[in-house]
């Protein structure tokens, strides 16, 4: 079955720093990679997420990028603030039935 | 539009003691999907159910039981709890078909078991 491996598991970065966080599956046949976000107490919220037959997107200061070939996605986040500060998820899946299988998180903390 | 929802909110069992664990979504979603969140391990799979009238078995479901009792409702059975089920338990769900694959989280249960 697939595999989710992610990096780091913490992240500290200043204010207005970019912050990349990595993850890196195992099946071949993954084509959904969704990112999410989960703040202190609260529930997984989804951010972004890339489809297998797109290599980047772009969502105002996040981004996400996909080498299928590597078998690697990644997710940035640029000029990051504060209120970025949060435990981030990814996963992957090859259907829209089939479980989501997450990473098992990076915690970024922004220091203003 | 609430989404999904999830009760209790929290709970406080001895060990032995069974509950439920209601969750409910009104996007007339087909899948449901129960996770388990414990510090440094991420959201582990106990069960899915990827259409109305099938269940699976996810990653961790020893000492969990489920019943996809209608189309919009998913709850989760804890027969006999021991303080290794201690967690945050989200239940979630997504559409599930071809077009669609986002899947959206409930607010979460914090159970302890004493």
């Known amino acids: 079955g697939e595999n989710v491996e992610q990096h780091p598991s913490t992240l500290s970065v200043q204010e207005g720093d970019s912050a990349v966080i990595k993850c890196t599956y195992s099946d071949s046949a993954s084509n959904y990679f969704p990112w999410y976000k989960q703040e202190l107490g609260k529930r997984p919220q989804l951010i972004i997420d890339?489809?297998?037959?797109?290599g980047e997107k772009k969502d105002q200061r996040i981004a996400v990028t996909l080498n299928k070939t590597a078998k690697h996605f990644s997710l940035h986040i640029t000029e990051t603030q504060p209120e970025d500060s949060a435990v981030y998820f990814c996963a992957a899946t090859y259907s829209g039935n089939t479980p989501l299988v997450f990473g098992k998180g990076t915690r970024l903390s922004v220091i203003a | 539009n609430a989404g999904v929802t999830q009760t209790p909110k929290f709970q406080v069992l001895k060990t032995g003691q069974s509950m439920t664990l209601q969750c409910a979504q009104d996007?007339?979603?087909?899948?449901m999907y129960w996770y388990r969140q414990d510090p440094g391990m991420g959201l582990r799979l106990i069960y899915y159910?990827?259409?109305?009238?099938?269940?699976d078995k996810g990653e961790v479901p020893n000492g969990y039981n489920v019943s996809r009792l209608n189309k919009r409702e998913f709850s989760l059975r804890l027969e006999s709890a021991a303080p290794s089920q201690t967690s945050v338990y989200f239940c979630a769900s997504k559409e599930g078909t071809a077009s669609s694959y986002e899947q959206y989280f409930g607010p979460g249960t914090r159970l302890t078991v004493t």
């Open positions: 159910s990827a259409s109305e009238g099938t269940t």
């Open positions: 890339i489809r297998s037959n797109v």
């Open positions: 996007m007339n979603h087909n899948s």
